[in-house]
């Protein structure tokens, strides 16, 4: 069958969630020819409509220089134990994303910007084939959407496509299973909810909520509250009850919630596996398909941005480098940015997830009271532990249960 049409491009993105639309708009700001195929029949489609909130470590800068689409800022949030609360003032702000189908979320004005700078987006994409010349590389691809197939020419190709990745094991990326973990969420968004603007609250408790939390947040008249917890946790009982269970043991969290009648239900997750490299000849991992999420708390908005802007950088640093063989160098440099900024975090959180796992109430109230009573210094102790350590080991010293599990999480 004759292809539809057929499309030269300095880069292919695969997936145009959080990740994907980033390397897209990154892309075509740097000059780059962009295709970008996405599997739904709209730009957001994969979620309902929720909002996303993240560390803004890293990211603010790309927020900035691409003029993404934030729902704001906040510099606080609460922090609840069953017995003790936390209010941390954070030097570098959180963010909060509109995600999902709206014209305004983070994925669709970033597709939108990337289209008017350039960028074919096909929507619709059920069936993709990559062919592979005789070293691995891949520089022809079909996509097929509707009756309609489409022959793409890329010269590299950026695959973006969250959890349910299909992309990996046909390129020959090799990985393993990390651990049996699947974070997952459940929560509903709503208008009604009665938070404050700018309002991130997280719930800790060991016994309804075991090796998860519970999260309320607000910002732009926009609510979402969800529980994450870890898949296993379902085979006692669904996730459903463990969010409702809650709500119910807590008239707090029963108030901020309650009368969310416009509420859309979303759950979604994340499998945990390993890759051993995020590149492979002409193809970059980037966002949750290369695994570049929080093992700790399922975060990975944060993650997905920085990964997707560097990695349409280093290709366009590299094809402006004017080399002739620019692909090579480009994939680099993109590895070596994330070994240098975001893998050192994930390991380090995949080495703390036990020890968050293990800890009782009576830990976490423990917990969120030396927080409190380290005062302005909370948010230093949390953000950046390795600078702090002497001030960690004296609190440690004070509970020995908590330097043990400690010890047992570091060795
Ligand atoms: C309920 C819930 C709440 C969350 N809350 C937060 C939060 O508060 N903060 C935070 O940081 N993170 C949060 N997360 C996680 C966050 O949403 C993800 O980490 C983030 O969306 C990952 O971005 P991504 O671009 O890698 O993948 P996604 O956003 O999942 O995008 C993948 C895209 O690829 C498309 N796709 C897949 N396969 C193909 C294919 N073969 N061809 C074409 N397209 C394809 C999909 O349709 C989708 O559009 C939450 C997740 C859930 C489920």
């Avoid at 880069?11 to 195929?37: P, Y």
């Avoid at 995020?278 to 920085?306: C, E, H, M, S, W």
Wanted: hydrophobic share 40%; charged share 25%.
């Amino acid at each position: 069958m004759e292809a539809n049409s057929v499309a030269d491009a300095d880069v292919l993105i695969v997936g145009a969630g959080a990740a994907g639309a980033i390397a897209a708009l990154t892309a075509t700001k740097r000059g780059l020819r962009t295709v970008v195929l996405e599997r739904e029949n709209k730009v957001g489609g994969h979620t309902k409509t929720k909002i996303d909130v993240t560390e803004g470590t890293g990211i603010l800068p790309i927020i900035r220089s691409l003029e993404l689409k934030t729902l704001g800022y906040s510099n606080t949030s609460h922090w609840s134990a069953p017995n003790t609360s936390l209010t941390l003032h954070s030097k570098t702000s959180d963010v909060f994303f509109k995600r999902g189908p709206d014209s305004d979320s983070l994925e669709t004005h970033a597709v939108q910007a990337a289209k008017k700078r350039g960028a074919k987006l096909i929507t619709g994409v059920k069936k993709l084939e990559y062919l592979l010349d005789a070293k691995g590389y891949c520089s022809r691809v079909e996509a097929w959407s509707g009756q309609k197939r489409y022959e793409i020419r890329p010269q590299t190709i950026i695959i973006a496509e969250g959890d349910h990745t299909s992309s990996l094991d046909p390129l020959g990326f090799s990985w393993r299973k990390q651990e049996p973990l699947r974070i997952i969420g459940y929560g509903f968004s709503s208008r009604r909810m009665k938070l404050a603007s700018g309002s991130t609250n997280l719930f800790l408790d060991a016994e309804l909520l075991p090796k998860g939390y519970f999260y309320a947040i607000k910002n732009k008249g926009f609510g979402f509250a969800s529980i994450v917890l870890d898949a296993r946790q379902t085979a006692k009982k669904e996730l459903s009850e463990y969010y409702w269970d809650f709500v119910h043991a807590n008239p707090t969290v029963r108030e901020l919630v309650k009368t969310a009648t416009d509420a859309a239900y979303v759950d979604g997750g994340c499998t945990a596996y390993s890759l051993d490299s995020l590149t492979k000849n002409n193809i970059l991992a980037v966002g949750t398909a290369g695994r570049l999420f929080d093992p700790l708390f399922g975060y990975g908005v944060r993650q997905a941005i920085y990964s997707g802007y560097w990695a349409a950088t280093a290709l366009a640093d590299a094809k402006g480098s004017k080399q002739k063989d620019w692909i090579e160098p480009g994939i680099k440099q993109y590895e070596i940015e994330m070994q240098r900024q975001l893998l050192p975090e994930i390991r380090a959180a995949w080495k703390a997830r036990p020890l968050f796992e293990s800890l009782t109430n009576k830990d976490l109230n423990t917990i969120i009271r030396e927080l409190n009573s380290a005062g302005e210094g909370a948010d230093e102790l949390i953000e950046r532990p390795s600078a702090h350590l002497f001030k960690i080991m004296k609190i440690l010293l004070r509970h020995p249960r908590l330097a043990w599990l400690a010890l047992k999480a570091i060795s």
